[in-house]
């Protein structure tokens, strides 16, 4: 049986345009407040390579940027990113990476043991890209518990619009089922204001969620990346200029609030990238409840750049 969603579509869509924003945002603050409660969450994120194997057309990082300057880190470096994470009061460590061909899984098998066993108390999230499902397995039963891999669009078409026709809409929507089916606590998402994105787009990804009930949501704003074939895009339709983007990336973060009601939703670095004056308390009264604090090693931030400008959420 499937319950009836507190929303019809053309409420969303007159929520995602900016109507009665301020209801909105009360609603979404309400139900995080009876909910998760208001308490900020926060994780240490360590960017653990940016080679990747594929050729999203909007990412920094992807392989046909021969322009960007490479880095992987090795097990002791990651390691001393996870005693930064534990000295900060961070119980959460994000391992995020591209998709390295160099990362084999019997050696992400081992760091993710070592890291489990050297702290059995805190958490292991990988965010490493798509896996068959016995990767994902053996991953889990090396220590990890949750894994973030957005869903980036759940419409086929714009799918296509974005990535390469080497990868595929279908493998990634398997892949979430299968991090689900594991036991992973699973994280989708989406960014806002990517090209051709339209606001149907974005009523078609929020049902998705509802209707997948992730529990981690990652949304941030779309932000131009040099060598990439998206670099001077803008999407006029729903991100004109910055502010545009940032007030409809707080207004989709609401939406995701009230329709996944117990998703930790991060207030994602994109969002104060774009957004260099907005602050995590605006961010909570949108219906946001976890901030990652990258904690990756210097030269290792300014290479992970997926995007112009990136701030490490500082
Ligand atoms: N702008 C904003 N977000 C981006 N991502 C990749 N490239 C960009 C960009 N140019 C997001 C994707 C990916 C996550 C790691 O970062 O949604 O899943």
């Known amino acids: 049986m499937t319950t009836a969603s507190m929303f019809s ?12 924003e301020k209801e909105l945002f009360d609603k979404a603050y309400r139900c995080l407040a009876e909910g998760l409660g208001t308490t900020v969450l926060y994780r240490g994120l360590i960017e653990i390579s940016n080679y990747c194997r594929n050729n999203c057309l909007y990412c920094g990082i992807r392989a ?19 005693k930064r994470a534990v000295e900060s009061g961070y119980g959460t460590f994000v391992l995020q990476g591209g998709e390295d061909n160099k990362h084999s899984i019997e050696w992400l098998e081992n760091l993710v043991k070592t890291i489990h066993s050297e702290y059995p108390n805190h958490t292991i999230t990988l965010s490493l890209g798509e896996k068959s499902k016995d990767d994902y397995i053996r991953l889990y039963e090396a220590g990890a518990r949750r894994y973030l891999l957005r869903h980036e669009t759940a419409t086929r078409q714009h799918y296509y619009q974005l990535h390469p026709d080497s990868m595929s809409f279908e493998n990634r929507m398997e892949c979430l089922r299968n991090l689900k089916e594991i036991g992973y606590e699973t994280g989708a998402g989406m960014m806002i204001g990517s090209p051709y994105q339209t606001y149907n787009h974005l009523l078609s990804d929020l049902r998705f969620l509802e209707n997948f009930q992730p529990d981690m949501v990652g949304v941030g704003p779309f932000i131009n990346a040099d060598n990439t074939p998206f670099s001077d895009y803008t999407n006029t339709l729903l991100a004109p200029d910055d502010e545009a983007s940032i007030r409809l990336t707080l207004r989709v973060i609401a ?10 939703i991060p207030a ?9 004056s907005i602050t995590m308390d605006e961010c909570v009264k949108a219906g946001a409840n976890v901030r990652m604090f990258n904690v990756s090693p210097e030269d290792a931030k300014e290479k992970y750049n997926i995007y112009n400008g990136k701030s490490d959420g500082k």
């Open 9 to 20: 579509d053309s409420e969303i869509l007159e929520y995602l345009q900016g109507s009665n």
């Open 64 to 82: 046909g940027n021969t322009s960007a300057s490479r880095y992987r880190l090795d097990k002791e470096e990651i390691l001393g990113c996870c």
């Open 255 to 264: 939406l995701v609030r009230l329709l996944v009601p117990k998703a930790n």
């Open 268 to 276: 994602t670095t994109a969002l104060f990238t774009l957004g260099k």
